[in-house]
């Protein structure tokens, strides 16, 4: 049972367009959302998150949407950059209180110079 | 933020045999954890190591096969036993104190033959 889903493997955004990536999530229980954007050879490197106490969070060129009542979440790239291409996975915790990261699957997003 | 390096970054091993990763951060972290990520695939949890106590394991993944080591507030160690090509994996340490960001290693890139 996947419990964050990301339902597009791959975007592709011109340079200085909107990126928009999406994520779903089943458990209601989830309260902690987070955005990591993973390079080849690298390991995932954090860079946004939200509380399900908010539905906005913003940090420079990222914002990160969150609507509870549809349990998705939404993040946003503005300009998009070609240094933006990666893999972007959304993530989630809180149930029952723990610590443990659900990830979803991932989108590749390429940012066409 | 901490800085998490891991050792090897990547190896070629021929099944049956074990291979022992090595995950250092440059700072003391209450947990640590152990997470695989399978050609095409999310990253999954494999188990959570906090020092002083043994690794608690998610479900799908035994100690026997993974057995995990956790002597010091900055060091962990992952053994990938008696493999075959199902464990060719990334595997990722990630570091997080309770209710903060969780980041990231680099990742060790495994192919098992």
């Known amino acids: 049972d996947q419990q964050v889903k990301q339902n597009s493997p791959s975007l592709s955004v011109q340079e200085g367009r909107i990126s928009i990536l999406n994520c779903d999530y089943t458990n209601s229980m989830f309260d902690y959302f987070l955005w990591y954007k993973k390079y080849p050879a690298e390991g995932p490197t954090f860079l946004i998150s939200?509380?399900?106490?908010?539905d906005k969070n913003e940090d420079g060129r990222f914002t990160v949407f969150l609507n509870k009542s549809a349990k998705h979440l939404s993040l946003h790239i503005v300009p998009s950059q070609p240094g933006d291409s990666a893999v972007y996975f959304c993530a989630a915790s809180g149930d029952s209180g723990t610590y443990k990261y659900i990830f979803g699957t991932g989108t590749r997003l390429k940012v066409l110079a | 933020s901490a800085v998490i390096s891991q050792k090897p970054s990547r190896d070629i091993c021929q099944r049956g045999t074990s291979l022992t990763i090595q995950c250092q951060v440059d700072?003391?972290?209450?947990?640590m954890f152990w997470y695989r990520q399978q050609p095409g695939q999310s990253l999954t949890l494999i188990a959570t190591a906090n020092q002083g106590s043994e690794a608690t394991y998610e479900s799908g993944f035994v100690i026997d096969k993974f057995p995990i080591s956790r002597p010091n507030l900055t060091f962990s160690t992952l053994t990938v036993s008696n493999m075959s090509p199902e464990d060719s994996s990334i595997y990722l340490c990630?570091?997080?104190?309770?209710?903060?960001?969780?980041?990231f290693g680099p990742g060790t890139r495994l192919l098992v033959l």
């Open positions: 700072s003391q972290v209450t947990m």
């Open positions: 939200i509380s399900s106490i908010k």
């Open positions: 990630s570091v997080g104190r309770w209710g903060e960001t969780q980041y």
